[in-house]
């Protein structure tokens, strides 16, 4: 409805892993299961904004409301993303593989017993929330990032940041034991240019509907509270 406080404004949301392909069955990936992107995807569109969900490989069904385009690798995430454009609010919560097989193969490649196994030359991907946040007319008014960190978590966060050039950071402690990635569960703490906040441990449905409360303090303050 119109009286809804995002109403009106269009959303971007990545989510997921990706999968960078070695051969036609065979890839390379990460732990994320995506849930924290949907979560949030899901509580913009509940607070009615227009969101675009740019996800890679889950077993999640969209949340209710959401454009939804499947994406696999890198690469096709940031095609996705640019074809979204233009939008007030961009938030990556993806965990976009850091590197793609230069070459990956046309078919399987074959194991031998002889042979040395294969070796795989990387390349860099793409950095999909850098590239959302460069200045420029088409620049989202708030550009959000994720930094998934196993050691000093809002050091590195604040520095991030500032590399990317994005306007927020959610810094999160992925270490194994947390249980966070791929879990239900998430610990935060929000980096943006004038201080920090660190959440308690909750629910990623929590912590989305927490964030998006913040994204409608700041892009439709009227509707604040
Ligand atoms: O550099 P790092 O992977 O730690 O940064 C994490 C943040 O950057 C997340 O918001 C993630 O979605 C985003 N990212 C991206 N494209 C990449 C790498 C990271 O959008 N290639």
Redesign the pocket.
Known sequence: ATSLPLHGVRALV?AGPTHEPIDPVRYLANRSSGRQGYAIAGALAAMGAQVTLVSGPTDLPPPPGVTLHRVET?EEMLAACEAALPCDVAI?????A?WRVARPGTRKIKKSPDAPPPGLTLVP?????AHLSRPGPARPRLVI????ETDDVRDNAAA?RLR?GCDWIVANDVRAETGIMGGHENEVTLITATGMEHWPRTSKDAVARGLVHKIVTEIAPSHHG
């Open positions: 990545t890198a990556c919560a993806a965990a976009v850091d991907n793409p950095d999909i929330l990032g994720f930094a998934a991030k990317k």
